[in-house]
C-alpha cells in the first residue's frame, strides 16, 4: 500500500523516494496539507516561480476540463528535464480521480503530479487510487499535536535566534494546534513583537492575545454547540469588541470539535453511548458540560464534524490572508456552524 502514517509523513519528505511520481497530501490541516506540499515541491529541485516548470491547477478546474491534467502529464517540457503539476484543493472529483487513475497505470515520464485534497475518506475515490498504486503515495496530515507544536515553535525560534520562557511557551501552546498555518502565523507575530529581546516572555504573549493562562470561549463555544445562534453570536460580539482576536474563538471552536470528533469515534468503533464515552474521557470533561458534550455527541455525526472543521480551517486560512475582514469571515464560518448544530437539534 502506498501510504504512510501521519509520524512518518515528515520523515517521507525528508527523503522522497524519486520512484514516486505522484504524491497526495490529504487530511483535516489544511494549513498543514500545505505547508508539507510547499516542503516537497522544494525538494523537486525545479523553480517554482517558472510558469514552464510548474503548472499550478485548481482541483475544479481539473473537474470540468476532463482529461486536463492526463494532457499535462503527457506535454513533454519545453525547458526542463521535468514538470511539477500542482493541483490545490481536491476532493471528490471524479475527472481529477480518473486521471489520476489513468496516470498510475501508465505513469508520466515527464512529470511529478503534487496534489492537496482535504479530508478523504478511506477506501473511495481519489485516496484509494493512490494508496493502491505503487509509484503513488498518500500522506496524511491532520492537526498538530503538543509534540508538533512545540517542534514548530522551536523552528520559528531557532530562525529567529530567539529562546521562550516555559511558561510563555505553555500558554502560548494553548492557542495554537487547530491549522499549521495559522499556528505558525502566530508564532512569527509574537516573535515580530518581541524583536530586539533575546528571550520571549509570558508579559509578550499576553500582549500578543490577551491573558491566555485565563482566556476562556466556553460560552462562545457552547453556544455554538447547542445552536444557540442568538447567544453565540453576542458572546463573538463581545469578545471583538473587548478587543479580543477571532481567530482565538475559531481556534477553541476547533479544540472543542476534535475533542467531539475523537469521542465521537469510540462511540461508533465500541457501540458505546455518550455518557460512558463522556464519563471516560481523558483529560475529563468539566462536570458541568458533560450534559452539553453528550448532546452534541449523539447530535454530530462524523461527517457532520469533518465538515464543521473543513470549514474552521478554511476560515483560518482566510483570516490570514485577509486579516482586514477577519471578524466577518470567522462570524460567517461560526455561525454556519451554530445554524447546523440548531438545524440538528431538530432531527
Known sequence: MAQKKAYEVDGWLARPDQRISIVLLYGPDRGLVSERA????????????????????????????????????????MFSDRRLLWVRNASGQKALADDVKALTAEPARDAIILIEAGD????????????????????????????????????????????????????????????????????????????????????????????????????????LLEGKIGDFDTAFSRHCQSGGQPFLVLSSAMRQLQQIQVMRGQMDSGNRSAASVVAAARPPVFFSRRKLVEKALERWSTDALSR?????????????????????????????????????AQR
Not at 40 to 57: N, Q, Y
Not at 165 to 175: C, H
Not at 313 to 331: E, G, I, K, Y
Open 38 to 77: 510547499k516542503a516537497f515541491a522544494e525538494k523537486t529541485g525545479l523553480p517554482l516561480d517558472d510558469p514552464f516548470s510548474v503548472v499550478r491547477l485548481e482541483g475544479s478546474e481539473v473537474d470540468r476540463d476532463e482529461g486536463r491534467l492526463l494532457d499535462e502529464a503527457r506535454t513533454v517540457p
Open 120 to 223: 478523504l475518506k478511506k477506501g473511495v475515490g481519489l485516496r484509494a487510487i493512490v494508496e493502491a498504486a505503487d509509484t503513488a503515495m498518500a500522506l496524511p496530515c491532520y492537526a498538530d499535536e503538543a509534540r508538533d507544536i512545540d517542534a514548530v515553535i522551536d523552528d520559528e525560534l531557532r530562525k529567529a535566534g530567539m529562546s521562550m520562557t516555559m511558561e510563555a511557551r505553555q500558554a502560548l501552546r494553548r492557542n495554537l494546534g487547530g491549522d499549521r498555518l495559522a499556528s505558525r502565523g502566530e508564532i512569527e507575530k509574537l516573535i515580530l513583537y518581541a524583536h530586539g529581546q533575546n528571550e520571549i516572555g509570558l508579559e509578550e504573549v499576553k500582549a500578543m492575545s490577551g491573558d491566555v493562562s485565563g482566556a476562556s470561549f466556553d460560552d462562545a463555544v457552547d453556544a
Open 308 to 344: 464543521a472543521l473543513t470549514r474552521l480551517q478554511t476560515a483560518v486560512l482566510q483570516t490570514r490572508r485577509r486579516p482586514d475582514l477577519s471578524v466577518a469571515l470567522a462570524r460567517q464560518a461560526l455561525l454556519g456552524i451554530a445554524v447546523e448544530s440548531s438545524r440538528l
